[in-house]
């Protein structure tokens, strides 16, 4: 240990007893701080490893292709229902607020500049992490617990390039995809909300609309779910490959790449928008 | 092996181990749950690295060597894992030729030789099966028949391969690592608990207790052995 050791009750009794409790908790800060620092390591020489293997041969085509079908395809239900709803509930919200300003026409604008900056890639990730993450874990981690990620290492295969990269590569190709389709559904969602609810005409709610999708919102709404592909691949991944502890440890290890991955897009949601709003200098 | 040393999840699971295996030899590792026979074959492959000691496989030391490196290595050495740890979204005959397609042979190359491996296990017929729908045995022999369409290996380990068979599954499986000798003249190791089968293929026993090696010698020496924990491992496994 590192840390100089320290009879808490001891301590307790010469009048500090806070200082015991401290002493106490040391070990557990230590252990979970080792934790910490050694799965920011592993997940670092992953994202290394992974990115790497996209230049190197074999390239695993046929997994490539099979992963965007089952990270893309079958994403598109999910993706395309909360887009949907997420559209007119936000223009249900911004409806009834723009009319106290008498500012209803801009509704097309609101909803798109929410929707393409924040809400679509936000939403369309969160959607994808918890669907596509959780069975990268899953898969992943009932092979290690299987021996087959060891068989994979006897047979000479490199279990980062034939399993993570595929995965990496469909992520940050598929989400992007999926986010622009979550967009335009969620656009006609408020389309729908103006037309029936805020009576709107069509040709103001697409005109007001229009304004919103400018390059820079654009470029904004594809470098996110960029990031966040990678974020949900990386971090299913990890997790798959770290799974010990049968069927049970599937389970936890996945629940805690959901969280871990959900988390992480959500931190790196706010840093690339401050990150968008330094360079191009939106008004905050 | 040469005083090898490993220490797992802050646990101590091997210490001091030293060993050689000669070519043509069948090494059987016995020991009760946890004395650390798995680890040894662990350590061969390099899937984990020993905390101190060196291992040679086929002279070249391995055991510091970077995984690309020892790619190379793990050709020469054949794996049957305890159950069997098949491919579950491959065919059997994609299990098997996942090693030759790897390593980019030609489709009429990969599909005669499954085919030849397979026929070599007397599993031709499940080519097309999933391993869901194969029993404990079959798996083993897949298992068997994709080591042995990876590489043309030099040493075969066998993990528990007769664990949880039927006595009569058992016996072909120890009669395939017998013909994988007497045909591929390949130095096998293999652990388990069974001392049935360890006597039926077994050239040399060897035996572990807390992680230390308590017994190395032939099955006659085996049955004299005057240790309380051998001559207890012993009448118990023959029950």
Redesign the interface.
Not at chain 2, 40 to 66: H, T, Y
Not at chain 2, 131 to 156: H, N, Q, T, W, Y
Not at chain 2, 180 to 191: D, G, P, Q, T, Y
């Given at each position: 240990m590192w840390y100089p050791r320290c009879d808490g009750l001891l301590l307790s009794h010469l009048g500090y007893p806070y200082m015991g409790f401290l002493w106490e908790a040391l070990p557990l800060v230590n252990d979970y701080l080792k934790r910490f620092f050694k799965d920011v390591q592993d997940l670092a020489v992953l994202c290394f490893w992974a990115v790497a293997g996209i230049f190197r041969r074999?390239f695993y085509l046929r997994e490539i292709i099979e992963q965007m079908d089952l990270l893309g395809v079958g994403s598109l239900p999910i993706v395309i229902l909360t887009g949907l709803f997420a559209g007119m509930a936000l223009a249900i919200q911004l409806a009834v607020e723009l009319v106290v300003f008498g500012a209803q026409s801009y509704l097309g604008r609101a909803v798109g500049v929410s929707i393409v900056r924040e809400m679509g890639p936000v939403l369309t990730a969160l959607m994808v992490a918890g669907r596509v993450c959780a069975g990268i874990t899953a898969e992943l981690g009932s092979?290690s617990v299987?021996?087959?990620i060891?068989?994979l290492?006897?047979?000479?295969?490199?279990p980062v390039k034939k399993l993570v990269t595929p995965r990496l590569i469909s992520a940050i190709v598929m989400l992007p995809v999926l986010t622009v389709l979550s967009d335009s559904v969620a656009m006609i969602g408020g389309y729908l909300v103006s037309v029936l609810i805020s009576h709107q005409s069509f040709p103001a709610y697409w005109s007001s609309a229009g304004q919103a999708f400018t390059g820079q919102n654009l470029f904004g709404g594809v470098i996110k779910p960029f990031v966040f592909g990678f974020i949900i691949a990386i971090v299913g991944s990890h997790y798959g490959l770290q799974t010990e502890g049968g069927t049970r440890g599937v389970g936890r290890y996945t629940t805690h790449a959901v969280v871990v991955a959900s988390t992480l897009i959500l931190i790196f949601n706010f840093l690339i928008t401050k990150l968008l709003i330094s360079l191009y200098g939106w008004r905050t | 092996m040469d005083h090898v040393s490993c220490t797992l999840g802050g646990k101590p699971v091997l210490r001091d181990i030293s060993l050689a295996v000669q070519e043509d030899e069948i090494l059987a590792i016995l020991g009760a749950s946890g004395s650390g026979k798995t680890t040894i074959l662990?350590l061969i492959?390099a899937?984990i690295r020993p905390d101190s000691g060196q291992i040679f496989v086929d002279g070249e030391e391995i055991s510091r060597l970077p995984?690309r490196k020892l790619?190379r290595v793990?050709?020469k050495?054949g794996?049957v894992?305890?159950?069997g740890?098949?491919?579950?979204s491959l065919t059997v005959g994609e299990n098997v030729a996942?090693?030759l397609r790897?390593?980019?042979i030609s489709e009429e190359a990969v599909e005669e030789r499954v085919r030849k491996i397979l026929g070599f296990v007397n599993l031709a017929e499940t080519i097309d099966m999933m391993p869901e729908e194969l029993s404990g045995g079959m798996k083993r022999r897949v298992a068997i028949a994709?080591a042995l369409a990876?590489c043309d290996p030099r040493v075969m380990l066998y993990d528990e391969p007769t664990v949880g068979l039927d006595p009569i599954t058992s016996h072909s499986i120890c009669e395939l690592i017998i013909r994988l000798r007497e045909i591929h003249k390949v130095c096998s190791i293999m652990v388990t608990h069974s001392l049935n089968d360890a006597f039926k293929v077994a050239t040399r026993f060897l035996v572990l207790k807390e992680g230390r090696i308590i017994f190395d010698g032939t099955g006659e020496e085996l049955k004299s052995a005057q240790d309380p924990f051998i001559q207890k491992f012993y009448q118990w496994s023959l029950r």
């Amino acid at each position: 240990m590192w840390y100089p050791r320290c009879d808490g009750l001891l301590l307790s009794h010469l009048g500090y007893p806070y200082m015991g409790f401290l002493w106490e908790a040391l070990p557990l800060v230590n252990d979970y701080l080792k934790r910490f620092f050694k799965d920011v390591q592993d997940l670092a020489v992953l994202c290394f490893w992974a990115v790497a293997g996209i230049f190197r041969r074999p390239f695993y085509l046929r997994e490539i292709i099979e992963q965007m079908d089952l990270l893309g395809v079958g994403s598109l239900p999910i993706v395309i229902l909360t887009g949907l709803f997420a559209g007119m509930a936000l223009a249900i919200q911004l409806a009834v607020e723009l009319v106290v300003f008498g500012a209803q026409s801009y509704l097309g604008r609101a909803v798109g500049v929410s929707i393409v900056r924040e809400m679509g890639p936000v939403l369309t990730a969160l959607m994808v992490a918890g669907r596509v993450c959780a069975g990268i874990t899953a898969e992943l981690g009932s092979m290690s617990v299987s021996q087959q990620i060891d068989a994979l290492r006897v047979l000479g295969t490199d279990p980062v390039k034939k399993l993570v990269t595929p995965r990496l590569i469909s992520a940050i190709v598929m989400l992007p995809v999926l986010t622009v389709l979550s967009d335009s559904v969620a656009m006609i969602g408020g389309y729908l909300v103006s037309v029936l609810i805020s009576h709107q005409s069509f040709p103001a709610y697409w005109s007001s609309a229009g304004q919103a999708f400018t390059g820079q919102n654009l470029f904004g709404g594809v470098i996110k779910p960029f990031v966040f592909g990678f974020i949900i691949a990386i971090v299913g991944s990890h997790y798959g490959l770290q799974t010990e502890g049968g069927t049970r440890g599937v389970g936890r290890y996945t629940t805690h790449a959901v969280v871990v991955a959900s988390t992480l897009i959500l931190i790196f949601n706010f840093l690339i928008t401050k990150l968008l709003i330094s360079l191009y200098g939106w008004r905050t | 092996m040469d005083h090898v040393s490993c220490t797992l999840g802050g646990k101590p699971v091997l210490r001091d181990i030293s060993l050689a295996v000669q070519e043509d030899e069948i090494l059987a590792i016995l020991g009760a749950s946890g004395s650390g026979k798995t680890t040894i074959l662990r350590l061969i492959l390099a899937l984990i690295r020993p905390d101190s000691g060196q291992i040679f496989v086929d002279g070249e030391e391995i055991s510091r060597l970077p995984e690309r490196k020892l790619m190379r290595v793990r050709q020469k050495i054949g794996m049957v894992f305890q159950e069997g740890a098949l491919f579950d979204s491959l065919t059997v005959g994609e299990n098997v030729a996942f090693p030759l397609r790897e390593a980019g042979i030609s489709e009429e190359a990969v599909e005669e030789r499954v085919r030849k491996i397979l026929g070599f296990v007397n599993l031709a017929e499940t080519i097309d099966m999933m391993p869901e729908e194969l029993s404990g045995g079959m798996k083993r022999r897949v298992a068997i028949a994709r080591a042995l369409a990876a590489c043309d290996p030099r040493v075969m380990l066998y993990d528990e391969p007769t664990v949880g068979l039927d006595p009569i599954t058992s016996h072909s499986i120890c009669e395939l690592i017998i013909r994988l000798r007497e045909i591929h003249k390949v130095c096998s190791i293999m652990v388990t608990h069974s001392l049935n089968d360890a006597f039926k293929v077994a050239t040399r026993f060897l035996v572990l207790k807390e992680g230390r090696i308590i017994f190395d010698g032939t099955g006659e020496e085996l049955k004299s052995a005057q240790d309380p924990f051998i001559q207890k491992f012993y009448q118990w496994s023959l029950r």
